[in-house]
């Protein structure tokens, strides 16, 4: 199985710029995705393929890399963004990492 | 407006069945692959299973592989997860989500399961 590893929290001021990180155990080439899972909701899609912006979601969400290194990027946050975050990869069968919580600082 | 709704769920002794269900509307159900997602409480999520169009593929990882079984009936825009011999570690909330290009675009809102005696 492809293993995602996440940092488990980050803190960020608002109006400033988060930045969590995931790396796969192997390339998932561009196969990566990221979500948003606020409290007692279901997750949302905000990127796909790696860096491609779901419909609806804000500018200020975006996403890069490929293979083993991925990026996920809050500019500028916004109260309404705290919540946990997940990558996802897609390249052999699918595995989640084990989610981001961002507060605030 | 893409709609999935799950039922079905509630509390299970270990090695007993249940099956859940997953009404969907606002797309043609029959163009997508269908899938599940779980998540253990206050985990991650894991995905659980995901089905093609017709019905004909289906898969599954290590973890559940013969003892859950994803179905769908396209008349009925519905897709369903039966559960078998259920463990503890089964104890989650299930979701259903619908599959486009690797990521999942649309999630229910979840149905809580939980195995204990």
């Known amino acids: 199985d492809i293993v995602l590893t996440q940092s488990p929290a980050l803190a960020v001021s608002l109006g400033q710029r988060a930045t969590i990180s995931c790396r796969a155990s192997?390339?998932?080439?561009?196969?990566m995705h990221w979500y948003q899972q606020k409290s007692g909701q279901q997750p949302k899609l905000l990127i796909y393929?790696?860096?491609n912006l779901a419909s609806g979601v804000p500018a200020r969400f975006s996403g890069s890399g490929s293979g083993t290194d991925f990026t996920f990027t809050i500019d500028p946050v916004e109260a309404d963004d705290i919540a946990t975050y997940y990558c996802?990869?897609?390249?052999?069968?699918?595995?989640f990492g084990a989610g981001t919580k961002l507060e605030l600082k | 407006e893409v709609q999935l709704v799950e039922s079905g769920g509630g509390l299970v002794q270990p090695g007993r069945s249940l099956k859940l269900s997953c009404a969907a509307s606002?797309?043609?159900?029959?163009?997508?692959?269908m899938a599940w997602v779980r998540q253990a409480p206050k985990k991650g999520l894991e995905w659980v299973a995901t089905?093609?169009?017709?019905?004909?593929?289906?898969y599954y990882p290590d973890s559940v592989k013969g003892r859950f079984t994803i179905s769908r009936d396209n008349a009925k825009s519905s897709l369903y997860l039966q559960m078998n011999s259920l463990k503890s570690e089964d104890t989650a909330t299930y979701y259903c989500?619908?599959?486009?290009?690797?990521?999942?675009?649309?999630w229910g809102q979840g149905v809580m399961v939980t195995v204990s005696s």
């Open positions: 089905i093609s169009t017709s019905g004909s593929r289906t």
């Open positions: 996802q990869q897609s390249r052999n069968d699918h595995t």
């Open positions: 606002g797309f043609t159900f029959s163009n997508y692959y």
């Open positions: 192997e390339s998932v080439r561009s196969s």
């Open positions: 393929g790696a860096s």
């Open positions: 989500a619908r599959p486009v290009t690797g990521s999942f675009d649309y």
